[in-house]
């Protein structure tokens, strides 16, 4: 069973950048598809960026189109979110999870473990 640890996360100012990390044990994540996901206080969980198995196939929420990066280094075992022109509504809890099944249609699926979450606030 893999198991994901968060790391990366505080506080900016608007326009600022952070670069989430997730570094995996107890497994290899090149079996897993894995994605970020982030909750506000009050709101539903909702997925920001996904990457397949070999990590060259990735999509990003509409929302962090163009801000936000993630990348999967399946050498060092470990997931990476870079957000750029971070603003107040990307304030959250970020947390990394592995799935088992990447489709095109729907991304990272039948998720298998989650991490404990780093926050990041986002203020002007």
């Known amino acids: 069973q893999v198991q994901l640890v968060e790391s990366g996360g505080g506080s900016v100012l608007v326009g600022g950048s952070l670069r989430l990390s997730c570094v995996a044990t107890?497994?290899?994540?090149?079996?897993?598809?894995m994605a970020w996901f982030r909750q506000a206080p009050g709101k539903e969980r909702e997925v920001v960026a996904h990457?397949?198995?070999?990590?060259?196939?990735?999509a990003t929420v509409d929302s962090a189109q163009g801000r936000f990066t993630i990348s999967k280094d399946n050498v060092k075992n470990t997931l990476y979110l870079q957000m750029n022109t971070l603003q107040p509504e990307d304030t959250a809890m970020y947390y990394c999870?592995?799935?088992?099944?990447?489709?095109?249609?729907?991304?990272?699926?039948?998720?298998?473990?989650w991490g404990q979450g780093t926050q990041v606030t986002v203020s002007s």
């Open positions: 107890g497994d290899i994540i090149s079996r897993y598809c």
């Open positions: 999870a592995a799935g088992v099944n990447w489709s095109f249609s729907s991304g990272c699926n039948s998720i298998s473990a």
């Open positions: 990457a397949s198995q070999s990590g060259k196939s990735r």
